[in-house]
């Protein structure tokens, strides 16, 4: 499952189907750390992303199916330590792209 934003079209969610991996892919960002409305960077190569905030992006299928499955990828991710409880976010690995 990939977060992906740019500045032109802001964040969408590309490979939603995919829930065996999670991260944020930046496309053409100068910055490191680019302001990004419900995504929160923990250091250059990390972020943390709302966990409501997934589903509500263009590009998340709207079925009961798909809900399900993402909300058992949440438990795994907390499971494993990479969910921030106090800020209802998972944690992402960031790929930057050109």
Same mark, same amino acid.
């Given at each position: 499952? @990939?977060? !992906? $934003? ?10 939603? #189907? !995919?829930?065996?991996?999670?991260? &944020?892919? &930046?496309?053409? $960002?100068? #910055?490191?750390?680019?302001? @990004? #409305? =419900? ?12 966990? !409501? ?8 299928? !709207? ?5 399900? *499955?993402?909300? *058992?990828? @949440? ?10 409880? =106090? ?12």
């Amino acid at each position: 499952m @990939i977060v !992906d $934003h740019s500045p032109a079209t802001g964040l969408r969610l590309l490979e939603a #189907d !995919d829930f065996k991996g999670f991260k &944020l892919r &930046l496309s053409g $960002h100068a #910055d490191t750390r680019p302001a @990004i #409305d =419900g995504v929160r960077f923990v250091d250059d190569g990390n972020v943390l992303i709302g966990i !409501d905030r997934v589903p509500a992006l263009p590009g998340a299928p !709207d079925t009961a199916a798909w809900h399900e *499955a993402y909300r *058992a990828m @949440i438990a795994y991710a907390a499971g494993k330590g990479w969910v921030d409880a =106090g800020s209802n976010a998972i944690r992402a690995h960031v790929e930057r792209w050109p």
